[in-house]
């Protein structure tokens, strides 16, 4: 007699049951309070005791770095291995959603929100700056490359892919693919406790989900919070620098204000009217930048640099990914095991928002566009960007070359001011980093109102509206109250939650194994 295949995850959990509504709101009643305490005295106390803050913070951050090296990027080679897998393995014909499921987005709105909600920030600030950074030795070269040589140039090259190629989005693959499965397939609220189900069962409904949850909304609020920071920084010194308008805190706290005021737009707008819009703006407004760049830079150079970013980046991936015996150990450790966390750190949110826009694709079709798609295209960006910056360097040209990696913030600039028009390319720039910033707020705010109404996908638009003008409140007081270290305070806060997320979702990948296997079982015996 056949065995018979039983549904292992399936549960009678209603999304929202644990819920309150004053006000016509739809709260998850432990998540969104407890949530917003810690928030408030996170901020309170970072503000009013700034240096024991930056001191604990820091701290923190530095011993997950040194003393967990070897964990970081033992798991983030875990993450890419398992992706790969899962496009071969027959697991990956499973649609998400179901065998009738279709897919609520085209292929291009889909691969440019996951895409702008990523690293699309990420791309327009260090393009340029990381390259320059690792050729010119600002802080220790990969591998220990001699700095300014021909071989430095190329591992140059290759390390800025590492850091923005296939393990950080293999990372977010894990969550996504998930929450996505376990949302769609199972039935199950979207917060990150559904992907825990395979390991506490029913359990993950009551305090140890609140937990999980609570954890990844505050990774996300306040990661958001740093790069909105930062990002105003950012604008306000190029604005400085392009057109002489003061770049002090007043100038900041306007370009927070707008940020926020169109994101709030972007948020009434809805989902398909708001972020999927501002995704297609982002992605034409950034091709036109690159086709410009290209075009009216050194052409044939950028188009050598991307053979040699991806040969580069192919042939030094293992001994990048090696944590042990390295003699880098200063850059390996302020780069590298830094972005590894990093990326951690922001996969509950980057890892959500990717499963929210993902249902009606194949495992096999999500994980290809979440993992290599997004590779391919970060090879022609970098080698753009940071290869006309290097050109520019080696041929003795512009501020990049004579005065060598400044302020990191201007970096793209000072590259785009020996490219004709600079002036319209540089301009549009800072509109692009604005209005990536402005997608990640709007997805962010649907990320962390989904978690904090217990995974409901269709709770009241005021909440999402709460949580962006959260985001934008919590940068303003951090830039108003403490300026620059108030942000990096919180940023090692966000990248100090790496440690206990490595953790995460190496389990995650056990679930999701498991949950996979019995679906595939499942769809063998007919059940499906």
Known sequence: MSEVVKDEYSTDYQAGQDNITPLGLDLHKSVFFITAILIIVFVVGTLMFPDISKSLLNGAKTGAIEHFDWLFLISGNIFVIFCLALIVLPVGKIRLGGDDAKPEFSNISWFAMLFAAGMGIGLMFWSVAEPVAYYTDWYGTPLNVAANSPEGAKLAMGATMYHWGLHPWAIYAVVALSLAFFAFNKGMPLTLRSAFFPIFGDRVWGWIGDVIDIIAVLATIFGLATSLGF???????????????????STQMIIIAGVTTVALISVLRGLDGGVKTLS??????AAALLLFVLVAG??????????????????????LSNPFGREDESWFHGWTVFYWAWWISWSPFVGMFIARVSKGRTVREFVTAVLLIPTLITVVWMSTFGGSALAQ????????????????????FQMLENIPFTAITSFLGIV????????????GSLVIDSITAGGKLDAPTAQRVFWAVMEGAIAAALIFGGGADALTTLQAGAVSAGLPFTIILLVMCYGLMKGLYNEKALMDAGMK
């Open 231 to 249: 990002g105003a920084q950012q604008a306000a010194s190029g604005l400085h620098y392009l057109f002489d308008i003061s770049n002090g805190i």
């Open 280 to 285: 297609n703006i982002n992605m034409g407004l």
């Open 298 to 319: 050194p052409t044939l150079e950028i188009f050598s640099t991307m053979w040699t970013t991806a040969s580069s980046y192919v042939g030094n991936i293992v001994p």
């Open 393 to 412: 360097i080696q041929s003795g040209i512009g501020s990049l070359a004579t005065d060598g990696l400044g302020e990191v913030s201007l970096a793209m």
């Open 432 to 443: 692009l980093v604005l209005v990536f910033f402005v997608t990640s707020s709007d997805s």
